[in-house]
């Protein structure tokens, strides 16, 4: 298995956005348009990873404002976890941000999302806020200072 990792600065190509749309739909369920949703986003950044033309994780993120970058959306699949893929997406969605600028970088996720938030934890995040969703549902809010720290 060779995992290649590809960067897009902007909406990709119409190929490659209906193949995030439809991996996205794989893991959560429904796209709630997505694609409609990336358009709006300032100077977005995508970081895939893909087995042969296959995608099997991405990472989105884009501009809250001029020092900091959020990451949005992210996910692998079920059957290519735990190889350090999503280590590896996160670092390289780090790196951009850092390389562009941005003093920190803030993302959220829910309790129920463990994996997705030891991942955070690990990669030099702090909780720094909650706060309950349009559904009812606790969300944490983590920020990493890229002054703060080495990874």
Same mark, same amino acid.
């Given at each position: 298995?060779?995992?290649?990792?590809? +960067?897009? !600065?902007? #909406?990709?190509?119409? &190929? +490659? $956005? =209906?193949? $995030? +749309?439809?991996?996205h739909e794989r893991i959560f369920g429904s796209s709630d &348009?997505?694609?409609?949703?990336?358009?709006e986003k300032p100077k977005l950044h995508i970081v895939t990873a893909s087995d042969e033309q296959t995608i099997v994780g991405y990472k989105i993120g884009y501009a809250l404002n001029r020092e900091q970058f959020y990451s949005w959306l992210g996910g692998v !699949?079920? *059957?290519y976890r735990s190889r350090g893929i999503a280590s590896e997406l996160m670092d390289r969605q780090h790196?951009?941000?850092?390389?562009?600028?941005?003093?920190?970088?803030?993302?959220?996720?829910?309790?129920?999302?463990? !994996?997705? $938030?030891i991942l955070n934890l690990k990669h030099?995040?702090? +909780?720094?806020?909650?706060?309950? &969703?349009? *559904?009812?549902?606790?969300?944490? #809010? $983590? *920020?990493?200072?890229? =002054?703060?720290?080495?990874r």
């Open positions: 298995m060779t995992i290649r990792f590809t +960067v897009y !600065d902007g #909406i990709p190509g119409e &190929d +490659v $956005l =209906a193949g $995030l +749309v439809r991996f &348009d997505l694609a409609g949703r990336m358009r !699949d079920p *059957e790196q951009h941000a850092k390389a562009s600028g941005y003093r920190s970088i803030q993302t959220q996720t829910k309790n129920k999302w463990r !994996d997705m $938030l030099g995040f702090d +909780v720094i806020g909650t706060y309950t &969703d349009s *559904e009812g549902e606790p969300k944490i #809010i $983590l *920020e990493k200072n890229f =002054a703060d720290s080495n």
